[in-house]
């Protein structure tokens, strides 16, 4: 078979760079272009199979762009796929009134999209087989699609291939006699009959609809309608597909990407879509929501004693009840009087015995107390598991915006302090958040004055972990890791003390000092060793905010000159996006001080990669979550491949975190040239250790392997 050309318009670097590793990697060739301009010149030397195109882009719009490239020569039929962000019915009805066959919504699921433009490409050769008079009556009687023929003026069916004749169950004859809107009824999103009366100006319609069988039953159908006034009368031809696998195939794959597999709630990613358009209709109208976190007090006790069988039929039966307590609060809100029509709940499962509700556009302060006792009250009522009665109650923290918080991450972090608040209190019980909320909890107090007191003391201290080439042969920097040497726990990693030292402030002290002992270990090392290393020191989004780090920062580069150009400071995607237009120019700033700049974890954040050409970047870290499973997951290797390539066209060079095997490694390798870090090469050690490990690997550097400690 030829191979398929697809042609994927859009203005983020990102999605063409995505979609190329996608359908590539099925045997398809992808040509691309951002922006519809850019598009319509290329279709001057090539005609692609599909067109995926994106309808919001500036300058010329997909509509723009869909209605130029139908006016083309030869493109009339080429199908069109409108990607688009806008899921309703006008988007729609635009986009098919521009020249689109179908359309997708972003954020693009790439199986779905698979699925789709392999269909469009059988729609589209089932076209283009009968384009030709000659050959039409052929190609109907052999086509596996259905192909009714009807008059455009009285809608009777006049011929109907064998194809429809089998699966619409009605003799040749008896079917002749029917009109075509008695067997296709229509559709909600677009009218059969309305459309079909624009058939003779259209020429071509692409159309949802619903197929009638003899025996009663019905499928929904996907169709081409052709205007055809060869002879008279003047007729239809239409040809469609049962597309009820196609919808089951659809839906199974939104399921397992939108929702909790076990209780069938939303899953985090689709909460944070959801939040994301709440919080922005609430601030147009200067509305309210709340973020209500539940935990279940003692589930864990009950899964560990009795199953995790017993455990997961628990979980469904709370979250049944959840609904039921979602559906009373919604009912009860659009229909009271004065109550908004827009007012409502959601509700998703974060994993594990965590829930959470999102209540929207509210005007009463007490609505979330009084949907949190509703909850409370249903779950503490007795279970009944497998003839064995349970008792569970749980602890709600709550969070309210604007007053909390304008974004999820900052509301769901102040609904969990609530949370910890509440349980705090005597468990099954709602607290709302106050400035004090996270103090409440004695641990977090010890674990902060313990951390007082390691920074006074000097418990603190620097692990290194070196970065080298993919070829093993040059050390070329490492990375600055933070340690807490306790006198009585021993080492404890940053995972069990940063996210204190940052809700606390204490993460502007430690970061200083962190900032000025891994300069001075620079120094130290310009001595000691043959000099020439970088090293990276990682940066919170609250340091950022601190005028003091720029300045502490610059004063260093300024008294240690052999820093500049071998600092390089690392801050996480989503620190960085954050606030990305102020960033810019703190990051300007830090990058004409001399500093390298790097964006750790990267892949895992949700910003637009347009943007990265807009940051002084020198290196992006990819994080170690795409690498763990390289060897065996599909979909990481794509999107390393692809973040790679992005890397290579915007200039930017590559670490790869967590490189642990050689089979890893070699996949990297083939991918392009990085540096990585991992260990594979090394461990983090502290700087005694680290600096044997230099001076060895620097004696086997000739060697294949590297020397482990």
Known sequence: MDTRTILAIDDDLGTLLLAEEAFAADGYEVVVAQSGAKALQLLADIKPDVILLDIMMPQMDGYETCAGIKKLPGFEHIPVIMLTGLDDIEAVEKSYESGAWDFTSKPINWAILKHRVRYALRASEAFASQQKAARLSRTIDNSHSEVVTFDVETGQIVSANASAVKNLGYPQEELLGHRFTEIASDSPELPLERHLAELKTKQQLNLTFIVQRKDGTSYPAEGIFLYSDDQEPHVCISVFQDVTEKERVEAELHRLAFYDDLTGLPNRRLLREHVKQALALAKRRKGRCAICILDLDGFKRINDTLGHTVGDMLLKEVSERLVSVVREYDYVS??????????????????????MLLITDFNEDDVPAKVAARILKQISLPYNVRKTELNLTGSIGISVYPEDGDSLDALMMHADAAMYKAKLAGKNNYAFHTEEAGDNSVNRLTLESELRAAIKNGELELHYQPQVDAGLQKIVGSEALLRWRHPEDGLRPPDQFIPLAEETGLIVPIGEWVLQEAVAQLRRWEHSLQGGLKMSVNVSGIQMRQESFLNAARHLLEDFTNARGNLMIELTESTVMSNAASHVEWLKELKGAGAQIAIDD????????????????????????????????????????????????????????????????????????????????????PAAEIEVFFEEFRATRSKSSVVAL
């Not at 659009?334 to 509700?347: F, M, P």
């Open 334 to 355: 659009r229909n009271s009087e004065g109550g908004s029509e827009q007012a409502g709940a959601q509700l998703a499962r974060l994993g594990g015995d965590e829930f």
């Open 602 to 685: 990267f892949g895992t954040g949700y910003s637009s990669l347009s943007y990265l050409k807009k940051f002084p970047i020198d290196y992006l870290k990819i994080d170690r979550s795409f690498i763990m499973d390289l060897e065996t997951n599909r979909e990481d290797a794509a999107i390393t491949r692809a973040i790679f390539r992005m890397a290579q066209e915007l200039g930017i060079e590559l670490i790869v975190e967590g490189v642990e095997t050689e089979a890893q490694l070699d996949i990297i390798r083939e991918m392009g040239d990085c540096l990585i870090q991992g260990w594979l090469v090394c461990k983090a050690l």
